[in-house]
Each structure stands twice: as structure tokens, then as C-alpha cells.
């Protein structure tokens, strides 16, 4: 099963004041082409912010690997094992930093500093072309950041309490008003990326139609659609993604014709909309490696399991290694920063479409155009004798529209979300028990000592949502709070 190094470290600069850190001096903004360097070097993320490690080590994908050394500290056990301060790591190091919240956050606000410009820039004569599509691609960048931070650090959309559930803090503008920030509601936040997406769809009409690494309207509609669905709007939500499975720049790759050790997924992929470069991510990372000296995570078997016989996507997907267990193989031609390659964190493919219009449909009790648009996607995933015909309805349909999304998009970001949305869903709630095994050294090796539970959402509530950090928290002087998070024993 795939192994992702957890060769991640907590230790950066500290991410105090991370909404007024960042200056707001526009000195060298004298042109739109100065305020278009601007977003594409403050706005994309460039780099690595292993948002997808964090993430995907609190689902049911990933299990823990024993590693043949002591010497190592397993990083990253808080999250695999939800203490209440995820942030620890098995030799007892706590971080106080959390660089993801921090990096994210100095993104929203260069982007702010964009939309400050943009009227500047426009009453000096700059092209409002320029500054329109600009303006499109910031639009969509802050929604998706805060979507990612909302899905991360706050409640998950309930429409019957999204108006008090708390969310995160929602900075729209480049002017620091208050120092001390305090978390805004689930549902303004939302409000908020609804609000730009919507403007960047019409922002973005007619640019970079065929780029996969700027931001174009089919991938604002993408993420519409996503939102959604999130937001349990089903009307919506097939509505954009039938504007992206539309588009003529789109299509579902037949597995049947896949090449053996070849990527399924690059930049240029026919499924990709849009994607961000980022290094060595989870999806990528060590893939080739098989070290059993070094801490590391596996793909789990209760994953590899949901693989039915002459599902393409188990060989695709993943690549056995000599353990017995899966490694990730969705990018494995060159783990190491390959021009090609696509992120797992921001990515948006065409399937996903398939699957969110799949979901929405049985939502709505369309339950033959779910299976139908369902079977759109597997048709080019299994190999045709092993299709076999959906006719199942209601719930039992929905389980199976759920189960496709997970082994489909596995490690790209969806999982722990989507765990978390089937949570508190008014019509079809799902909550499961997932198990981490617990390691502990016993001299030169390690052993087993039991598990970590995680019970379903509306028993763990808490456990769901990240905690901003330590600092963070000392800064705001307690305007800035997190749910209190019980301790987790080990059970036998």
C-alpha cells in the first residue's frame, strides 16, 4: 500500500500576528503587469505546505508503518492518533507554529492587497483586461484558501446551525483595522466563497481557457460545484458540474488504455482543471522508496479492500511493494519536482465532477440519473466484463456513490472533508469508528501497544476540527478559542 514519508517538520518561523505580519507596502505596484507578479508569486502557492499529510493522517486511508529503527520520532502522531494536541510527536515534542495556518493566511492577504490595487490601477489607465482576469484568478484563490482553512479549523457546513457553528477568521480586506482576530460563522465564511466564485466565474469568462495552472472559469465552476454539494445546495451543484463536464477540454481517461508505469496524473492530464505545482507531496513523496529504517504511513487495508476485481484503478493507483503493502502510484515517473507534475492539495479533475453530480442526484431522490452518471466514470475504470449494473436506490445507493468517491479521489485531499461533511448531512448522516494502531519503542524495535479510536462525528465532535495553534491563540488574546479536545487513551 503507499507509503508517504512523514518527513515533515513543524519547526519554522512563528506565525504570529499572521493578519498583520505581512506589510502592505504597494510601492513597486505601478502596473498591472507589477500587481500580476504580485498574484503569481504571493497569491499560487509555489511550495510544499504538506497540507494533504496533515489531512490525509486523520483518515481511514492511512495506517502507521512499524519501522525497523528506534531512532527515529514518529511526526505527526498527534494528528493519526487525534490528541488533543495534534501537534505532538511520539518523543513528546510539541509545536506551538502551525506554518499551514500561516502560509495560507499570508496568501489571503497579498490577495487583498490585489483587490486594493485593482481600483488604483484602473484610475491610472492600466488595461481592464489585465486587471479583470487578475481580479478573476484572486477571487477564486481566496475562496479556495478558505475553503481548505474552513474544512480544516472549523465546523463542518450544517445548514440548520451554519449561522452559529464557528468557522475561522475571515479577513477580506488589505487594511488592518484590529490587531486581535476572532473566528467568523461557518456559514459567513461560506457567504464569502460563494461570493467570490460567483465573481470569478464572470471575472474569468473567456481566459486561460486551456491553462491547468491558472485559474480559469471552468475550474471556479469546479469548485462551485464542490461547494455545493459541501453546502447540501444539490440544485447547484449539478448545475456546475454539468458546465464542466460539458466543456469540450475535459475527458475521463479510459483506464483500459492506460500504459503500465506511466502517471495518471500530470498537469496536462485530460482529467485535470486546475492544479498547483507543489513538490514532493504526499501523493509523490518517496514512492520508490521502501526503507524500513525511516517512519512512515501506508495506505490502509481497509482502502485497498473497497477495490473490487477488475478495478483498473488498484493497479493505476497504487503500486505493491516488496512489504505486502500499497504505495501511492497516481504520480510515480518522477517523485522530484517534475515540471509536469500536478498537486493533490489544490486539484480539480473531471471526476470529481462526475462524483459530486452523482451524489447530488441521489440527494434529490434522482436515483436512476445518479447511477447512470455514475456509471459515465466507471465504465472507464473497470475493465467492461467486470462492470457490473447498479440498481440500487436510496441510502444503499448513496453508500455506493460515497465508497466510488473515496477509492476514486483517494489522497487528493477529500477524504477527511468528506468524512466530516457525511457527519452532520441532514438526509443521508454517516458516521464510522476508525482505529489507528498505537507504536511504542520496546528497545531496538518497535511493538505494538493497542490503538487510538476515533468515534463517529456526532460523538467526537471535537476531534473533527483542528485547533489553531498555541500561538496564535497567546496572541489573541483569548478572542482567538478552539473546542476543548478530551484526552485519547490508548485502548487494548
Wanted: aromatic share 12%; net charge negative; glycine share 4%.
Amino acid at each position: 500500500m503507499l507509503i508517504f514519508l512523514c518527513l515533515l517538520s513543524l519547526s519554522s518561523v512563528s506565525c504570529k500576528k499572521f493578519l498583520a505580519t505581512y506589510s502592505q507596502n504597494n510601492s513597486f505596484v505601478e502596473t498591472a503587469t507589477d500587481l500580476e507578479e504580485v498574484l503569481l508569486g504571493d497569491g499560487y502557492f509555489s511550495e510544499n505546505t504538506w497540507y494533504d499529510n496533515q489531512l490525509a493522517l486523520m483518515d481511514d486511508d492511512t495506517e502507521i508503518g512499524i519501522p525497523g529503527n528506534t531512532n527515529v520520532s514518529l511526526k505527526w502522531v498527534g494528528f493519526h492518533y487525534w490528541l488533543p494536541n495534534p501537534r505532538t510527536a511520539s518523543d513528546g515534542v510539541v509545536a506551538t507554529t502551525d506554518n499551514i495556518f500561516t502560509n495560507t493566511y499570508k496568501r489571503i492577504a497579498r490577495i487583498n492587497t490585489v483587490f486594493h490595487n485593482i481600483p488604483l490601477l484602473k484610475d491610472k489607465g492600466e488595461p481592464q483586461t489585465v486587471l479583470r482576469r487578475v481580479s478573476g484568478e484572486a477571487h477564486f484563490l481566496r475562496a479556495f484558501y478558505y475553503f481548505l482553512l474552513v474544512n480544516s479549523y472549523g465546523m463542518p457546513y450544517k445548514p440548520a446551525t451554519a449561522s452559529s457553528d464557528f468557522g475561522v477568521p475571515l479577513k477580506t480586506d488589505a487594511t488592518i483595522k484590529d490587531q486581535f482576530v476572532s473566528r467568523s460563522t461557518t456559514k459567513q465564511v461560506y457567504d464569502q466563497i460563494v461570493e467570490d466564485l460567483l465573481l470569478a466565474e464572470t471575472e474569468l469568462e473567456g481566459f486561460n481557457l486551456s491553462s491547468t495552472i491558472r485559474a480559469n472559469q471552468a475550474a471556479v465552476q469546479s469548485l462551485l460545484s464542490r461547494v455545493y454539494l459541501f453546502m447540501e445546495n444539490y440544485e447547484k451543484s449539478i448545475e456546475y458540474a454539468d458546465k464542466v463536464i460539458g466543456h469540450n477540454n475535459y475527458l475521463i481517461a479510459d483506464l483500459n488504455n492506460h500504459v503500465a508505469g506511466k502517471d495518471f496524473l500530470k498537469r496536462n492530464s485530460p482529467e485535470v482543471v486546475f492544479t498547483m505545482k507543489l513538490p514532493q507531496t504526499t501523493m509523490y513523496g518517496a514512492t520508490k522508496t521502501e526503507n524500513p529504517f525511516l517512519e512512515f504511513y501506508r495506505v490502509s487495508d481497509d482502502l485497498a479492500m473497497l477495490y473490487a476485481q477488475g478495478d483498473l484503478r488498484r493497479t493505476v493507483f497504487f503500486i505493491q511493494s516488496s512489504k505486502g503493502y500499497l504505495k501511492i502510484g497516481k504520480k510515480r515517473e518522477d517523485g522530484n519536482n517534475n515540471i509536469e507534475d500536478a498537486s493533490d492539495t489544490y486539484l480539480l479533475r473531471l471526476s470529481e465532477l462526475y462524483l459530486n453530480k452523482a451524489e447530488a442526484l441521489a440527494a434529490l431522490d434522482r436515483f436512476e440519473e445518479a447511477a447512470t452518471t455514475l456509471q459515465e466514470l466507471r465504465k472507464k475504470r473497470f475493465k467492461p466484463e467486470y462492470l457490473d449494473v447498479i440498481t440500487s436506490t436510496g441510502a444503499e445507493l448513496m453508500s455506493r456513490i460515497r465508497d466510488e468517491r473515496r477509492i476514486e479521489l483517494c489522497f487528493e485531499t477529500h477524504r477527511w472533508f468528506d468524512l466530516r461533511r457525511y457527519g452532520v448531512n441532514s438526509k443521508y448522516p454517516f458516521g464510522k469508528s476508525i482505529r489507528h494502531t498505537s507504536l511504542v519503542a520496546s528497545g531496538t524495535t518497535w511493538v505494538v501497544n493497542g490503538y487510538y479510536e476515533l468515534r463517529p462525528y456526532d460523538q467526537d465532535k471535537s476531534a473533527y476540527i483542528i485547533p489553531i495553534a498555541t500561538d496564535e491563540i497567546e496572541f489573541n488574546q483569548g478572542r482567538l478559542t478552539n473546542e476543548p479536545r478530551p484526552d485519547r487513551p490508548v485502548k487494548q
